[in-house]
């Protein structure tokens, strides 16, 4: 699988916003207004679409789409996602790491357990979590765990090709 071929969802699409094909915006970006910093944009994954021209509306945002003209056109891709191209994402270099990457790699511990593969992840508010789905016959009984994605004090080491992040972490936790 081609990670240039890879979509990322960065936001999706809102309510209709007036009569001439204008809808609003719901923006995943860390600054909602960088989601016009890509293009083009892939509704439901599937057609490419440009941003004709776009503004702040409140404390929202609102964009008008070429090709769509008209709020039927408008409501027809109410609540689709709004996909790019993984290869437009910014590089992070070799320290940083995209949730995404994270996805199937194998988790083991500085004493060389294999803990299993990271299933998702997610943020609590306090800090990210990797879940982790146990290898069948895990020797302590574990189906699943979930472990703070915390540089240093758990997770030690993120090797992008191998695709093995190495944690500190008691295999019987």
């Known amino acids: 699988m081609s990670l240039a071929s890879d ?3 960065v936001g999706k699409i809102g309510a ?3 009569v001439k094909g204008w ?3 719901n923006s995943y970006t860390e600054t909602p207004e960088g989601i016009f910093d890509y293009a ?8 490419e679409y440009e941003i004709d021209q776009w503004r702040p509306h409140g404390k929202s945002l609102v964009a008008k789409i070429v090709g769509v003209d008209s709020r039927d056109d408008a409501e027809r891709i109410k609540n689709l996602d709004i996909n790019i191209n993984a290869s437009q994402l910014p590089d992070l270099g070799d320290e940083g ?18 803990l299993g593969v990271v299933k998702e992840v997610f943020n609590t508010g306090a800090n990210d979590v990797i879940h982790v789905k146990a ?3 895990d020797a302590f009984g574990q189906k699943e765990r979930l472990l703070p994605f915390v540089f240093d004090e758990v997770v030690q080491e993120v090797d992008k090709e191998a695709k093995v992040i190495k944690v500190d972490w008691d295999p019987g936790f």
């Open 7 to 9: 979509k990322v969802i």
């Open 16 to 18: 209709p916003y007036g």
């Open 40 to 47: 083009p944009w892939f509704l439901g994954d599937e057609k």
């Open 97 to 114: 790491v995209y949730w995404r990457e994270l996805t199937g790699m194998k988790v083991v511990t500085t004493q060389g357990y294999d």
């Open 23 to 25: 809808v609003k915006i």
């Open 135 to 137: 290898n069948v016959g």
